[in-house]
């Protein structure tokens, strides 16, 4: 067999996450000669930990481009859905029927109310239909809620899927498309040529090729000096419950719980400024777990049947990063923690960008230099 990482190659991405192999899909379906560079499965990545959620309601607040930037992925995702099970015969159970966000007393209502409010007065913010509904109107669509639900915010946009069948499709469909995935190929060094492109050292080889793209999630504050690129991400850790399958009641997502295709319950809504995923904490887990069956009663009949605790990837402010190199042409970084929610756009939007050589200007928001706050004198 020949090897894929003899000859020098259009792009490079390091990462083989959910963000990463999104971006490489979208390289190869642009033509590009690609490979992933990976650690494996030794890596403590959130796309085997994460809600799953493709999720628009409330975000955006502080940065109007990133609601639009996630709203262009929710539109998106239809599509690329039906692309995937195309290319890798994988379904990932996509549904967007839209989405709530629980309130369990008046005070929870108004807060809501107003943290929508600003959300949607902000300067540049597309217009976006969003509700809040009184208990009478959950319930109709939610009938099993508990007494002590008063009401929800709902935005028609919201929904979720299989995230570990994502992960999956994702892969199979590189591979289907040429793309070549290295595991146990941690980078250990990225150079910029002379000429042009770039040479990386991983694996015990060197690897050329025209273009890198830091996919790497926590790995990247690493990296990217390497190619005059900045990553100022820290790990967040978040816990998740799973409960045994049950008859289908949630026909909607909740922002902290979800029923899978499969018939579990999810439950996760903790962040925690951790930077360990190896223990949980059974008071999180509890008060998850409270807040659940009183929302729903059914879910306290329920037995648990898996638990896991898992690292977010989270910048300064919680949006995501994008940059081209400027003093090393070719090298892109790309960070982000709702790599879910934004894989359509990384697919079918950032990488044809990448190709290009160019990032749109509606993605400057995204620079690092937002953190560029010159010290008081």
């Excluded at 915010?153 to 979720?160: A, E, I, K, V």
Aim: hydrophobic letters at 45%; aromatic letters at 8%; glycine letters at 10%.
């Amino acid at each position: 067999m020949s090897d894929p990482l003899a000859s020098p190659l259009d792009a490079v991405v390091i990462g083989g996450g959910v963000l990463g192999t999104s971006v490489a899909v979208g390289l190869r379906r642009e033509g590009l000669s690609t490979a992933i560079l990976d650690e494996g499965d030794v890596a403590r990545r959130a796309s085997r930990g994460n809600f799953a959620l493709v999720w628009v309601q409330s975000k955006g607040l502080g940065m109007a481009a990133y609601s639009s930037w996630t709203r262009r992925s929710a539109r998106l995702w239809p599509g690329f859905a039906a692309w995937l099970k195309e290319a890798s015969d994988i379904d990932v159970a996509l549904q967007q029927p839209g989405g709530f966000t629980l309130c369990l007393s008046e005070a929870e209502m108004e807060k809501r109310r107003d943290l929508l409010t600003r959300l949607t007065a902000q300067p540049g913010f597309e217009p976006m239909e969003w509700e809040m509904w009184d208990r009478a109107r959950v319930r109709q669509a939610l009938p099993e809620i508990g007494p002590e639900v008063v009401g929800a915010s709902f935005t028609p946009y919201d929904g979720h899927l299989n995230s570990l069948r994502l992960f999956r499709a994702l892969h199979t469909a590189f591979a289907r498309l040429g793309g070549s995935y290295h595991p146990n190929h941690a980078v250990e060094a990225i150079t910029p040529r002379p000429g042009g492109g770039f040479t990386i050292k991983a694996g015990g080889r060197e690897i050329e090729t025209a273009r890198v793209i830091l996919a790497a999630g926590v790995g990247n504050a690493r990296l990217a000096p390497w190619v005059g690129l900045e990553a100022p991400v820290r790990p967040q850790r978040g816990q998740v419950l799973v409960t045994e399958k049950t008859a289908p009641f949630l026909n909607f997502p909740v922002v902290n719980l979800r029923q899978t295709d499969e018939g579990g319950v999810m439950i996760g809504d903790s962040a925690e400024e951790l930077t360990d995923d190896g223990e949980q904490g059974l008071g999180i887990l509890g008060t998850m777990a409270n807040r659940a069956t009183r929302m729903f009663p059914r879910i306290g009949t329920l037995n648990i049947v898996r638990s896991w605790s898992a690292l977010r990837v989270m910048t300064k402010d919680g949006f995501p990063i994008y940059q081209h190199s400027a003093s090393a042409p070719g090298a892109w970084l790309a960070t982000c923690h709702s790599g879910v929610t934004l894989a359509a756009n990384h697919a079918e939007v950032l990488a044809p960008m990448i190709k290009a050589g160019v990032l749109d200007p509606a993605l400057a928001p995204f620079s690092p230099t937002r953190f560029h706050v010159p010290a008081s004198a």
